[in-house]
Every structure is written in structure tokens, then in C-alpha cells.
């Protein structure tokens, strides 16, 4: 069974800096692609950011380059959101998933980790 | 970037109902993805590639659509329908979402 779990989230202090895991079981994650994607509070899903399977590929949203960093230890099926410079408006939950190897979609998702910028 | 807009925001349906929900893009997609995400649930992919259902996926719901405008029809309401379903683009960067159709059983 595919899991992805994230941790890492919690209240943190606009400016900040926050760190959030996501630990992935059930599949060859070195394999796949991932995502960190958001929803605000009471919004829609925001993509924040995609690493490739090997780390060579890199993307983020306009709203979190510079301030954010993905990554990946493929050695221990991780993924990684750094999160600098915390706003007001990076609070939400943050969820990992899974970029399907076939077509351009997230085919599998964890629970989410909440993040709180707030003083 | 490609503004994905979901109509209507908020709808109720009765079971037995056929329901259809509306995505249009601001340019050109070649495809179009839906995920249905329940409350105090993760989203799920639910279509993928225009019409094409995800594991698990009842066959009452079908997908359609072409270049700017996109569907999610349910051929007949049943109550574990009940959620937000969001439309989402990749045929160019970034990856863009709906803001959601929020179905609601009537």
C-alpha cells in the first residue's frame, strides 16, 4: 500500500523558518517524482513546488521561490519542504504526493502537515 | 499561467440525480485532471487525461471535454458523492487547480 507521511508541521513566528518531512512506503520512491502542494485554510489546492526522481528537475511556485527549498534522500524515501521567511499567507496544510510516472498528475497523497505563521 | 475556473461553486443534488460539473480554462489544455476531496480528507485523483477514471472510481462518473472547457458528469447521484472536486492542468508550467465545485446531496 502506497503511504505518504508528512511531519514537521506547527505554529511558527512570521520570518521563520520551518522543515517539513514527508516519509513515503509502499512503492520504489528513488522511481517517482514528487510535489509539495497547499490548501489555505477553507481554500483550494495551490501547487508549491516538484523535485524529479534524481533531484535533477526542480520547480517552484512564483509564490515561494527564494523562500522555499524541495529536496529529496532517496535513501531514506524522504521528501523535503525548507520553508524561510515565513508569511501570514504560507499558513496552510501542506501535503506531499506522489507524480504519476505515466501522466501529468498527482496519483497519490499523504495527510497533510499543518503550518501556522502566526505571531 | 492557465487560471482554471470551476462552475458552479456550490450545488446540491438529490440521489438518482445526473450531475455535470464545469471547468474552463483561461488557453488551452490538452488535458484535464479531477480530484475529489472529501471533508477533513487528502484530495484524491479521481479522473485523469480528460476521461479516463482512477483505480477505484465508480463507473457513474465520466469525464469529457476539449481544448478551454471540461466536465465531470456523475450519471446518477449517490450520497458518497458528497464532496469538493477540483480540476487540474499540467500541459504547462505550473501546474494549475480549479478553485473547486463543492457537491452537496440535496
Known amino acids: 500500500e502506497v503511504q505518504l507521511v508528512e511531519s514537521g508541521g506547527g505554529l511558527v513566528q512570521p520570518g521563520r523558518s520551518l522543515k517539513l518531512s514527508c516519509l513515503a512506503s509502499g512503492f520504489t520512491f528513488s522511481n517517482y517524482g514528487m510535489n509539495w502542494i497547499r490548501q489555505a485554510p477553507g481554500k483550494g489546492l495551490e501547487w508549491v513546488a516538484s523535485i524529479s526522481s534524481s533531484s535533477s528537475y526542480i520547480y517552484y511556485a512564483d509564490t515561494v521561490k527564494g523562500r522555499f527549498t524541495i529536496s529529496r534522500d532517496n535513501a531514506k524515501n524522504t521528501l523535503y519542504l525548507q520553508m524561510t521567511s515565513l508569511r501570514s499567507e504560507d499558513t496552510a496544510l501542506y501535503y506531499c504526493?506522489?507524480?504519476?510516472?505515466?501522466?501529468?498528475?498527482?496519483?497519490?497523497w499523504g495527510q497533510g502537515a499543518s503550518v501556522t505563521v502566526s505571531s | 499561467e492557465i487560471v482554471l475556473t470551476q462552475s458552479p461553486t456550490t450545488m446540491a443534488a438529490s440521489p438518482g440525480e445526473k450531475v455535470t460539473l464545469t471547468c474552463r480554462a483561461s488557453?488551452?489544455?490538452?488535458?484535464m485532471h479531477w480530484y475529489q476531496q472529501k471533508s477533513g480528507a487528502s484530495p484524491k485523483l479521481w479522473i485523469y487525461?480528460?476521461?479516463n477514471r482512477a483505480s477505484g472510481v465508480p463507473n457513474r462518473f465520466s469525464g469529457s471535454g476539449s481544448g478551454t472547457s471540461y466536465s465531470l458528469t456523475i450519471s446518477s447521484m449517490e450520497t458518497e458523492d458528497a464532496a469538493t472536486y477540483y480540476c487540474q492542468q499540467w500541459s504547462s508550467n505550473p501546474p494549475t487547480f480549479g478553485g473547486g465545485t463543492k457537491l452537496e446531496l440535496k
Open positions: 487525461d480528460t476521461s
Open positions: 488557453s488551452s489544455v490538452s488535458y
Open positions: 504526493a506522489r507524480h504519476s510516472r505515466l501522466h501529468r498528475v498527482m496519483d497519490a
